[in-house]
T-cell receptor, first 114, second 115 residues
């Protein structure tokens, strides 16, 4: 049971480049989330999805895009990378919320923009 | 909107010391409350949870009680171990079945336990 899988684990980008962070879950969860984690700032929600074909913005969506064409996959796209996007990115998923539903996290992607 | 406030860190304790990490929240409705733990180099994992007022979540010697009157969910452990060194996040999920089932996290606090 793989859970939530993120790729790549590490990446260095030059300013202005673009890339896609991949996230796949094999638990048939409806809800998926992208967070970024900056030192001392906790987790900030970038985008989330409550099901295939449905996405919505979180707290810090600028500079990012997402899609949810299947239940399993929720890729995060960075266009025109900027140093402010240097961060650790976490994808998470959970089942439809019936109260106290646990979220499962991937191992994270450490991105540096130089 | 919903928010979670955690005490400022970091926290350094000696092994077998008592631990309290404060967490308060602001939310409408009846949120569920969580503590997640992040060990070095890993993603977050659920430590414990509570889904309604006066519920106590517990796991691995950690406990937290959902206090609606004080909007708090403080994490406690009677005797910490070196292996408890990690970052701890308090989080809430808005009302079950709501259209926007987001998870809101606090800033996290780093706990270091000395032998």
């Amino acid at each position: 049971n793989a859970g939530v899988t993120q790729t790549p684990k590490f990446r260095i980008l030059k300013i202005g480049q673009s890339m896609t962070l991949q996230c796949t879950q094999d638990m048939n969860h409806n809800y998926m989330y992208w967070y970024r984690q900056d030192p001392g700032m906790g987790l900030k929600l970038i985008y989330y999805s409550v099901g295939a074909g449905i996405t919505d913005k979180g707290e810090v969506p600028n500079g990012y895009n997402v899609s949810r064409s299947t239940t399993e996959d929720f890729p995060l796209r960075l266009e025109l990378a900027a140093p402010s996007q240097t961060s650790v990115y976490f994808c998470a998923s959970r089942d439809r919320d019936r109260g106290g539903t646990e979220a499962f996290f991937g191992q994270g992607t450490r991105l540096t923009v130089v | 909107g919903d928010s979670v406030t955690q005490m400022e860190g970091p926290v350094t304790l000696s092994e077998e010391a008592f631990l309290t990490i404060n967490c308060t929240y602001t939310a409408t409705g009846y949120p569920s409350l969580f503590w997640y733990v992040q060990y070095p180099g890993e993603g977050l994992q659920l430590l414990l949870k509570a889904t309604k007022a006066d519920d106590k979540g517990s796991n691995k010697g950690f406990e937290a009680t959902y206090r609606k009157e004080t909007t708090s969910f403080h994490l406690e452990k009677g005797s910490v171990q070196v292996s408890d060194s990690a970052v701890y996040f308090c989080a809430l999920s808005d009302t079950p079945g709501g259209a926007n089932s987001k998870l809101t996290f606090g800033k996290g606090i780093t706990l270091s336990v000395r032998p």
